[in-house]
């Protein structure tokens, strides 16, 4: 069973190419104008063992708000269909995770029902062309597109770049074991019997 994803998507303010592979070894190719958008999908990749391909062109000299928006919903789109109807999934993750002076706690629920609850203050500062608001406003995409429920707290820590950076790796981590399959269950992991 495959579990990839091919995503394009073209509005008049983005055009964007993403390809997902679940069951990859964390090798990216990333190109999305947006430098440090690029430093944390390789490790969003790397940490969540997913092969990941982005390029993006998008309106930047606006601001690069709608490209990061954009491939937040490429990526939720990409990752809902990549794991079809979910049979045999763990379905949950979660990750607490160190970063020099940050310690942050990611949980992701694979239940079709999107919610973002982001308890993450990250100070208002711009890295390159990228505004650390754009964080949230990336996984609140995801979370929206991918359906999914995702909860980020970051318990304590000041530097920004360390912030956002354990974020995408908790965030990696906590979806790299929801996306696994387990051995144990082959079924739709609900009483439901549908995600």
């Known amino acids: 069973m495959s579990r990839t994803s091919r995503i394009n998507r073209a509005t008049a303010e983005t055009k964007i190419q993403l390809e997902l592979n679940l069951d990859g070894s964390g090798t990216s190719k990333i190109q999305t104008g947006v430098g440090f958008l690029d430093h944390m999908l390789t ?13 993006a062109e998008g309106d930047l000299h606006i601001d690069s708000h709608h490209t990061v928006e954009d491939i937040g919903i490429c990526f939720g789109k990409a990752l809902s269909e990549a794991l079809g109807d979910k049979k045999g999934i763990r379905r949950y993750g979660d990750c607490t995770l160190p970063m020099d002076d940050v310690l942050i706690t990611s949980a992701v629920d694979l239940s079709g029902r999107p919610f973002l609850v982001w308890k993450a ?29 995702l909860h980020v707290v970051a318990h304590h820590g000041s530097n920004t770049h360390h912030l956002i950076e ?14 696994e399959l387990d051995p144990r269950s082959a079924g739709i992991p609900s009483t439901k019997g549908v995600l």
């Open 166 to 179: 354990a974020i995408f790796k908790s965030i990696a981590r906590s979806l790299r074991t929801a996306v």
């Open 121 to 149: 203050a990250i100070p208002n500062e711009t890295l390159g062309v990228f505004h650390s608001s754009l964080a949230e406003e990336f996984w609140r995409a995801v979370s929206s597109s991918g359906l999914l429920n």
């Open 43 to 55: 490790h969003l990749a790397k940490h969540g063992s997913f092969d990941l391909e982005v390029f």
